[in-house]
Protein backbone atom coordinates (compact mmCIF):
# COMPACT_ATOMS: atom_id res chain seq x y z
CA UNK A 1 0.00 0.00 0.00
CA UNK A 2 1.06 3.58 -0.88
CA UNK A 3 0.95 6.46 1.44
CA UNK A 4 2.32 9.89 1.45
CA UNK A 5 5.12 8.41 -0.61
CA UNK A 6 6.41 5.62 1.05
CA UNK A 7 5.52 2.13 0.35
CA UNK A 8 4.40 0.08 3.34
CA UNK A 9 5.04 -3.59 2.32
CA UNK A 10 3.61 -5.97 4.63
CA UNK A 11 5.41 -9.60 5.46
CA UNK A 12 6.67 -11.65 3.03
CA UNK A 13 7.65 -14.83 3.92
CA UNK A 14 10.71 -16.72 1.68
CA UNK A 15 8.26 -18.24 -1.25
CA UNK A 16 9.60 -18.84 -4.02
CA UNK A 17 7.77 -16.61 -6.93
CA UNK A 18 8.80 -19.50 -9.42
CA UNK A 19 7.49 -22.45 -7.20
CA UNK A 20 5.01 -21.02 -4.58
CA UNK A 21 3.89 -24.65 -3.66
CA UNK A 22 7.27 -25.54 -2.22
CA UNK A 23 8.20 -26.04 0.84
CA UNK A 24 10.91 -22.92 2.11
CA UNK A 25 14.60 -23.43 1.93
CA UNK A 26 16.53 -25.27 4.18
CA UNK A 27 18.70 -22.41 6.15
CA UNK A 28 18.54 -19.22 6.83
CA UNK A 29 20.28 -17.27 4.47
CA UNK A 30 18.42 -18.91 1.42
CA UNK A 31 15.15 -17.82 3.08
CA UNK A 32 16.29 -14.35 3.51
CA UNK A 33 17.32 -14.33 -0.13
CA UNK A 34 13.88 -15.32 -1.09
CA UNK A 35 11.98 -12.81 1.05
CA UNK A 36 14.26 -9.86 -0.24
CA UNK A 37 13.72 -11.02 -4.08
CA UNK A 38 9.83 -10.81 -3.10
CA UNK A 39 10.45 -8.07 -1.96
CA UNK A 40 12.25 -6.70 -4.62
CA UNK A 41 9.57 -7.66 -6.82
CA UNK A 42 7.51 -6.05 -5.54
CA UNK A 43 8.76 -2.53 -4.72
CA UNK A 44 10.33 -2.82 -8.05
CA UNK A 45 6.41 -3.47 -9.79
CA UNK A 46 5.28 -0.40 -7.85
CA UNK A 47 7.84 1.81 -8.78
CA UNK A 48 10.12 1.95 -5.89
CA UNK A 49 13.43 0.73 -4.98
CA UNK A 50 15.06 -1.17 -1.81
CA UNK A 51 17.49 1.14 -1.88
CA UNK A 52 15.18 3.59 -0.44
CA UNK A 53 14.09 1.46 2.42
CA UNK A 54 13.43 3.64 5.86
CA UNK A 55 11.98 0.90 7.84
CA UNK A 56 12.49 -2.66 7.99
CA UNK A 57 10.45 -5.26 10.88
CA UNK A 58 12.29 -8.73 10.86
CA UNK A 59 10.74 -11.46 12.36
CA UNK A 60 13.05 -14.89 13.50
CA UNK A 61 11.78 -18.27 14.15
CA UNK A 62 14.89 -18.91 15.98
CA UNK A 63 16.68 -15.80 17.01
CA UNK A 64 19.93 -17.09 18.86
CA UNK A 65 20.31 -19.13 15.77
CA UNK A 66 19.28 -17.40 13.13
CA UNK A 67 20.36 -13.95 13.66
CA UNK A 68 24.02 -13.69 12.31
CA UNK A 69 23.24 -15.40 9.51
CA UNK A 70 20.24 -13.51 8.49
CA UNK A 71 22.03 -10.33 8.75
CA UNK A 72 24.63 -11.76 6.05
CA UNK A 73 22.13 -11.94 4.01
CA UNK A 74 20.53 -8.37 5.08
CA UNK A 75 23.98 -6.37 4.79
CA UNK A 76 24.34 -7.91 0.96
CA UNK A 77 20.69 -6.03 0.35
CA UNK A 78 21.68 -2.62 2.42
CA UNK A 79 25.10 -2.34 1.90
CA UNK A 80 25.92 1.20 2.83
CA UNK A 81 26.22 1.37 6.83
CA UNK A 82 25.69 4.83 6.64
CA UNK A 83 22.19 4.85 5.27
CA UNK A 84 20.67 1.75 7.06
CA UNK A 85 16.76 1.41 7.52
CA UNK A 86 15.60 1.69 10.87
CA UNK A 87 15.04 -1.66 11.79
CA UNK A 88 13.58 -3.98 14.75
CA UNK A 89 13.94 -7.20 14.96
CA UNK A 90 11.65 -9.86 16.82
CA UNK A 91 12.11 -13.48 17.39
CA UNK A 92 8.86 -15.27 17.41
CA UNK A 93 7.19 -18.88 17.83
CA UNK A 94 6.25 -19.60 14.73
CA UNK A 95 5.71 -17.81 11.24
CA UNK A 96 3.51 -18.99 7.92
CA UNK A 97 4.46 -22.35 5.96
CA UNK A 98 6.51 -22.84 8.99
CA UNK A 99 9.40 -20.35 7.63
CA UNK A 100 12.49 -19.05 9.30
CA UNK A 101 11.92 -15.53 8.31
CA UNK A 102 9.27 -12.80 7.87
CA UNK A 103 10.24 -9.24 6.62
CA UNK A 104 8.24 -6.28 6.22
CA UNK A 105 9.12 -3.16 4.55
CA UNK A 106 8.91 0.78 4.34
CA UNK A 107 10.05 2.49 0.94
CA UNK A 108 10.21 5.95 0.12
CA UNK A 109 10.89 7.62 -2.99
CA UNK A 110 14.36 8.94 -3.93
CA UNK A 111 14.94 12.18 -2.69
CA UNK A 112 12.40 11.83 -0.12
Request: proline content about 6%; glycine content about 8%; hydrophobic content about 45%.
Amino acid sequence: MEFNGLLHITGQLPIDPKRPDAAPAATIGEQADLVFLNLSIIAEESGFNLSNCVFARIYLRNFEQDYAGFNAAYDRYFPDADRLPARTTVGVAMLGRNALVEVDLVVGQPGS
